[in-house]
């Protein structure tokens, strides 16, 4: 399965500073304070930025308010294996699952950007819990390459090496009631795919990458609800003799 380009770059997490390992960031993802709305789309989707200190580039936030149960698109999420059916602006990467159990699930990740070196990571996501503030979340951070799952990566190295690895970053999704009793679901990230592409680029391509990504998700959890809704209403026996 392959990727466009600006959806690639919403897969693509990594971090420069110091201070932005993927621990930092996701709690900095998960602070309400900071995000400012930026565009609403036509649609109901928002576009928020939050500007993070010490690193040059913005972290970004879609939100949508919504009408299904927030385990559909949570569940969507978790669905690593299955990501290259309904991920459909992802058409250049390539996604396995590695390993889950009941709280944890193991992904590796290979990304074809084009004109510069493609990139790959292995991540570590959360299954949904409940947040401290009440919220339904599921979180990922990429991990260090030199953990146990080395020889995945090397493999990926083997195949080609110029391959990149990245290892600092994260994402949070999560679903929230507003004080109205709607719920919301949001994605929320920080980007940096590194190399000499332009910020103003590079901003762009997360902001579209990112809208459109967070579509796909929402496409999914609706199929997912109408899925859920059909079982549960109970067959009808014909008339007919």
């Not at 390992?21 to 109901?44: C, F, I, M, V, Y």
């Not at 709607?182 to 990458?209: E, F, T």
Request: aromatic share 10%; net charge neutral.
């Amino acid at each position: 399965m392959t990727l466009s380009f600006s959806a690639l770059l919403s897969f693509t997490l990594f971090l420069g500073a110091e201070e932005g390992g993927s621990q930092w960031l996701l709690r900095q993802l998960n602070d309400d304070a900071g995000w400012e709305l930026k565009e609403t789309l036509p649609d109901g989707r928002q576009y928020y930025e939050k500007v993070l200190p010490g690193l040059d580039l913005v972290a970004v936030e879609t939100a949508q308010k919504i009408d299904f149960k927030a385990k559909h698109i949570l569940k969507s999420v978790e669905d690593v294996s299955r990501y290259g059916e309904f991920l459909t602006s992802a058409d250049a990467m390539e996604c396995t699952l590695l390993r889950e159990d009941a709280s944890t699930i193991f992904g590796y990740q290979y990304l074809s950007i084009p004109l510069v070196s493609d990139r790959h990571y292995v991540f570590k996501m959360r299954r949904q819990f409940v947040s401290a503030q009440g919220n339904e979340v599921v979180d990922w951070v990429l991990i260090p390459q030199d953990s146990e799952f080395k020889k995945v990566i090397a493999e990926g190295k083997a195949k080609k090496s110029s391959l990149v690895y990245l290892d600092k970053g994260a994402g949070v999704w999560r679903v929230r009631r507003d004080k109205e009793g709607a719920l919301w679901a949001s994605y929320r990230l920080y980007m940096d795919p590194g190399g000499w592409i332009p910020d103003a680029i590079v901003r762009r391509a997360n902001k579209s990458g990112l809208l459109n990504l967070f579509a796909d998700a929402i496409v999914e959890a609706k199929r997912r609800a109408k899925s859920e809704t059909a079982k549960a209403i109970p067959a009808t026996k014909s008339d007919s003799p």
